[in-house]
Nanobody, 124 residues
Framework: QVQLVESGGGLVQAGGSLRLSCTVS????????MGWFRQVPGKAREFVTA????????ASADSAKGRFTISSDNAKTTVYLQMYNLKPEDTAVYYC?????????????????WGQGTQVTVSS
């Protein structure tokens, strides 16, 4: 079965940078998109950014554009989220997820495999 494990979360000052990693193993399908989502207690999990199966196309939420960058190695065994100019409102648990798709879905319903999440806290 597919397993995802996030790492790299922690405490960072506002304006600072952080890089999250997601390792992928046990894939049962050939083509899939990888996405990052985040969630604050009491609120719905929200889309942040995603990369398609080929690694050639990306999509991002407005809150992430210009500050967050998603990337992967050639085999997509590791996916990264590079975050710059972090703000207190970026504080959340960040989740890595996979969707079996030839495209680049942004809806949470398309993603079926999830990591355990990693906490990112931005102090002011």
């Amino acid at each position: 079965q597919v397993q995802l494990v996030e790492s790299g979360g922690g405490l960072v000052q506002a304006g600072g940078s952080l890089r999250l990693s997601c390792t992928v193993s046990g894939r049962s399908f050939s083509r899939y998109a990888m996405g990052w989502f985040r969630q604050v207690p009491g609120k719905a999990r929200e889309f942040v950014t995603a990369i398609d199966w080929s690694g050639s196309k990306t999509a991002s939420a407005d809150s992430a554009k210009g500050r967050f960058t998603i990337s992967s190695d050639n085999a997509k065994t590791t996916v990264y989220l590079q975050m710059y100019n972090l703000k207190p409102e970026d504080t959340a648990v960040y989740y890595c997820s996979a969707a079996q798709s030839d495209g680049l879905p942004v809806g949470i319903a398309f993603y079926e495999y999830w990591g355990q999440g990693t906490q990112v806290t931005v102090s002011s």
